[in-house]
């Protein structure tokens, strides 16, 4: 696939559904609250029971995924520590760098993007890497935010079971070792596929709904995340991908355009639970990460797109 390619057929499609939500945020008074916990409770728990139920993934290859994100957050945790410390940012602040570099938006980008690029699979395949980094983020994502304080985190960490996203996770992989899941021409099949295949639309309103809505007041601090992210985590992708040897290409290239996605939405939501009313250097830890989410989703766009391409005509997995 050519640039041109990558960008008509992966990017544009996401960028002109953003576009919309962006502009509705802006002309109207719409609340992204209900759109997301409509996302959030139905949409996305529906899209990954449909897609983990008809997978044609093996359980080598879903393990192999899952020491990937969890090894790609260790790595991206530690690379954005020690270039934070020698840059000089400390407390609060190195904790939003060490999220923002280290949990992509593999939901409302991700998803979509891989999609796009790469059909079903990739669909699957991203919809198993969210899951994988959300476990992640609602445990060592926590102790992060809240700086290692033991006062309030484990409130936080049990609300990933709270979400039904990990349920639909279960109930799909249960009755797929149970030989329950209906045909996938069946009417009940096909409803739920119908209703996850909506999310991804709404995701990318979400999205552009929250773009609009960022506080950018720290723009001059987000360069060093943005080039985690940006330069930094496709070679850390990359080279987890080779290093763990997955069995289907296909996996293994959604894998790295995974971890290239710009930085994730729910770290900012930790952010703001633990450290709102803690400034440094005159801006908060939650301005920080806000920042560094719009300049990173804005600036990932050409990114992704080169990556696009240059995945589709990657033969060395």
């Known amino acids: 696939m050519s640039l041109t390619g990558a960008f008509t057929n992966a990017i544009l499609p996401i960028l002109s559904v953003a576009v919309v939500g962006y502009l509705l945020a802006r002309l109207t008074e719409i609340d992204v609250d209900p759109v997301n916990t409509l996302g959030l409770y139905v949409l996305i728990p529906a899209l990954a029971f449909h897609s983990i139920a008809t997978t044609t993934l093996g359980g080598g290859e879903v393990a192999k995924l899952g020491v990937g994100v969890v090894g790609y957050a260790l790595l991206m945790i530690a690379i954005a520590w020690g270039v934070g410390y020698l840059s000089g940012e400390s407390g609060p602040l190195l904790g939003a760098l060490m999220l923002a570099a280290a949990f992509p938006n ?32 609602y445990t060592l994502g926590v102790y992060i935010a809240s700086g290692g304080s033991d006062s309030r985190p484990l409130d936080a960490v049990l609300e990933v079971f709270r ?5 639909a996770i ?25 209703v996850g295949d909506a999310s991804v639309p709404v995701m990318l309103l979400i999205l552009g709904i929250q ?34 040897g997955f069995n289907n290409p296909t996996v293994a290239k959604v894998f790295v355009l995974e971890c290239a996605t710009p930085a994730a939405v729910i770290p900012l939501a930790l952010t703001i639970e633990y450290t709102d009313d803690v400034v440094v250097d005159g801006i908060t830890a939650p301005e920080y990460l806000s920042t560094a989410i719009f300049t990173t989703t804005v600036a990932s766009i050409g990114v992704l797109a080169v990556l696009v391409a240059a995945l589709r005509a990657a033969t060395f997995f």
């Open 211 to 244: 773009m609009a809505e960022t506080d950018v007041s720290a723009i001059s601090r987000s360069i060093l995340p943005s080039t985690l992210k940006l330069v930094v985590a496709p070679v850390v992708g990359l080279s987890l991908a080779l290093a763990l």
């Open 106 to 137: 593999s939901g409302f980008v991700g998803i979509p993007l891989s999609e796009f690029a790469f059909g079903e699979i990739g669909r699957t395949t991203a919809v198993l890497y969210l899951t994988i980094q959300n476990l992640v983020v």
């Open 163 to 167: 979400l039904p996203l990990i349920y």
């Open 170 to 194: 279960v109930a799909a992989v249960a009755m797929r070792m149970l030989n329950l899941v209906p045909p996938p021409e069946s009417a009940a099949m096909e409803t739920v596929g119908l």
